[in-house]
């Protein structure tokens, strides 16, 4: 049977979007068809306004409505804690998590095998970013505990992660910051709420021993 070209078309693009595989292409596709005229009218005008009324944060690259995101418009928030996260998501879920500091929206991680090097992300304007925030603090400003600017790499723990962070933290360190004025730290990693210690790989096990604290 011969499918009309407008349905394969939407097939096709949806079979482009991660985790959507063939069948589930064709069942939402299908799923659409039935769909009221205006109900896909505006679903149509969401995609568009996907692109054309969202932007990047002029700060943190985050994606926001405003040319800067709320997070770092609010005064409440420590802007000399930022987490520097791979995607958009990863800040939904340290907010989640109770985090109150600022972020740093990569856009990427560093992928050679995928073509994406340190260029193809925001590395530069994190490198830049650091340097205004650290020209601006004195040790008069930190107050008693002389806690700096903390740059927390929160990025993903796979292979590419890791390197991500690597790198992040070797050009930080090659432009010369003051260690005690820019500090770098990295996610704790470990057992996850629920784990089994019998089940857990020899790198999981030696950081969840790493990153233990008092009880």
Known sequence: MKIPRPILNLIEYFERLPGIGPKT?????????????????????????????????????????????????????NEKQIAVVSGPMDTIALD??????????????????????????????LLERIT?????VSFEDMG??????????????????ESTAMYISKMIKERGFDAEKVIITRIARGLPVGG?????????????????TEI
């Open 25 to 77: 292409a064709q069942r939402l596709t299908f799923f659409l068809l039935n769909f009221p005229k205006e109900d896909l009218e505006r679903f149509g005008e969401s995609l568009v306004e996907l692109k054309t009324k969202t932007r990047f944060c002029n700060i943190c690259k985050n994606v926001t409505e405003d040319d800067t995101c709320i997070v770092c418009s609010d005064p409440t928030r």
């Open 96 to 125: 989640k998590a109770g985090f109150k500091g600022v972020y740093h929206v990569l856009h990427g991680i560093i992928d050679p095998l995928n073509n994406i090097g340190p260029e193809e992300i925001f590395i530069k304007e």
């Open 132 to 136: 205004k925030l650290d020209s601006n």
């Open 144 to 161: 008693d505990d002389k806690s700096g600017v903390e740059i927390i790499l929160a990025t993903n723990t796979s292979m590419e992660g």
């Open 196 to 212: 089994d210690i019998e089940y857990a790989d020899d790198i999981t096990l030696s950081r969840a021993l790493e990153g233990r």
